[in-house]
């Protein structure tokens, strides 16, 4: 484990964009997994390895990219790494970024599992609220504690590391019918 972790750390200084990328979008696969087999009790032969590709290309070419450089515009919006920062960032993270990125990704994976734009709308009227609530349950401390102790190329890692559990909601949440 020691050695995977000092790949990584190479890896992430050489290549932060690209290693983000490929953690975000293999991490929300991994949810998508976890969604299937764990909550929604598939079992490996009823298994929707589609809707597992589609929620991968989601983390690849939408959650890593976005969240990767929303943290670098809100390291250049606050700076410095006092406590009164760390708050000011996760607010502006959670009250700014987290409503407009829960709308997104819902959106975005409904359109992907060939949703109408009516159904779509629907489909968030239905569940944005309950997504939005329980973001507000999980991620204000885990943020707090990424803006404060977690230097900059790691906290989309960590964010990956506690949005497994995360991810495997909101894929339940974007695919439920």
Not at 130 to 139: E, G, P, R, V
Not at 151 to 169: E, G, K, M
Request: with cysteine.
């Amino acid at each position: 484990m020691a050695g995977l972790w000092r790949s990584y750390q190479a890896l992430i200084t050489r290549r932060p964009w690209t290693v983000q990328i490929i953690t975000a979008g293999t991490l929300v696969g991994v949810g998508d997994v976890i969604s299937q087999q764990v909550f929604e009790r598939r079992g490996l032969a009823n298994h929707n390895k589609i809707r597992t590709a589609k929620m991968m290309s989601i983390g690849f070419l939408f959650v890593g990219p976005v969240i990767g450089g929303w943290y670098k515009v809100l390291d250049k919006l606050v700076t410095g790494g006092t406590k009164s920062s760390a708050m000011k960032k996760m607010l502006l993270d959670q009250v700014g970024f987290a409503p407009c990125f829960l709308g997104a990704f819902l959106g975005i994976s409904g359109m992907l599992n060939g949703l109408t734009v009516e159904q779509n709308a629907d489909k968030l009227k239905r569940d944005y609220m309950d997504a939005l609530i329980s973001n507000y349950y999980l991620w204000p401390p885990v943020q707090i504690a990424n803006f404060y102790f977690i230097p900059l190329h790691h906290r989309l890692a960590v964010v990956q590391i506690v949005a497994v559990v995360w991810n495997s909601y909101l894929s339940w949440k974007a695919n439920k019918i």
